[in-house]
């Protein structure tokens, strides 16, 4: 069983700034993705960014140079970094795992998602 847990999220002025964390637990044997998506009011769930084992990562253009991911690969955490916040980033957050889990034996990779966060901004 793995889960995923968010914290960080919350109520900002616009121009500010939050920190996202999600942790990954339970029987994980590899994690090959971790990112981020929103699901901004009214719209469609879109990606905001992912980062790769290897370290490799994707911003959405409309989070570029504003927002930063990282991942703790020791600890199945990923981070984002929220910085210049403006009202078009309100959205429910939610944190995404691409893994293999292993019990002693290995399963196929999977997508897990975290029950998400809520990132208001305003004024």
């Known amino acids: 069983q793995v889960q995923l847990v968010e914290s960080g999220g919350g109520v900002v002025q616009p121009g500010g700034s939050l920190r996202l964390s999600c942790e990954a637990s339970?029987?994980?044997?590899?994690?090959?993705?971790m990112g981020w998506y929103r699901h901004p009011p009214g719209k469609e769930r879109e990606l905001v960014a992912s980062?790769?084992?290897?370290?490799?990562?994707y911003y959405a253009e409309f989070v570029k140079g504003r927002f930063t991911i990282s991942r703790d690969n020791a600890n199945n955490s990923v981070y984002l970094q929220m910085s210049s916040l403006n009202l078009g980033d309100t959205a429910f957050y939610y944190c995404m795992a691409n893994l293999r889990e292993f019990d002693g034996s290995w399963f196929d990779s999977k997508d897990y998602w975290g029950q998400g966060t809520q990132v208001t901004v305003s004024s």
């Open positions: 980062i790769r084992s290897g370290g490799f990562t």
């Open positions: 339970g029987n994980i044997g590899w994690i090959n993705v």
